[in-house]
């Protein structure tokens, strides 16, 4: 399945079940691990169970199941792999407090150079 489409696929399955605060990053080059982070919130441990369920169940219907869910049975945090896109589905608390877009979306012009004093 082309990135597009499963990115387009995951917004989908959160906007099904009222997602908010959804942000979609582009990390290609910036990380190894995936190329784009979706990050979004959720009003409840319930409603975010449901949410990272949702894209699960869409994510095997179109034949492309999860490399891994994290974080189901703590209620905050939700993280589903996906491979080339990587959900986090959390409490607005937790976004807050880890603040992954500012962590994502810094370039690496961005960061101060390093002197060798």
């Known amino acids: 399945m082309e990135i597009e ?3 387009k696929l995951v917004i989908d399955a959160l906007e099904d079940l009222k997602v908010q605060d959804l942000k979609v990053i582009d990390v290609r080059g910036k990380s190894s691990i ?3 982070m ?3 919130c959720g009003t409840s441990s319930r409603h975010l169970k449901s949410l ?6 869409k994510a095997k219907q179109a034949g492309h199941p999860p490399i891994g869910v994290e974080g ?3 209620g905050e945090w939700v993280l589903v792999d996906l491979g080339d896109v990587v959900v986090h589905v959390m409490m607005p ?3 807050d407090f880890y603040n992954l877009e500012k962590l994502w979306e810094t370039g690496a012009s961005e960061a101060p150079e ?3 004093d």
């Open 52 to 57: 990272a369920g949702n894209v699960v169940t």
């Open 38 to 40: 979706v990050i979004a």
């Open 114 to 116: 390093e002197t060798n």
């Open 5 to 7: 489409e499963l990115k």
């Open 93 to 95: 608390e937790i976004r």
């Open 72 to 74: 189901e049975s703590d």
């Open 34 to 36: 995936t190329d784009v």
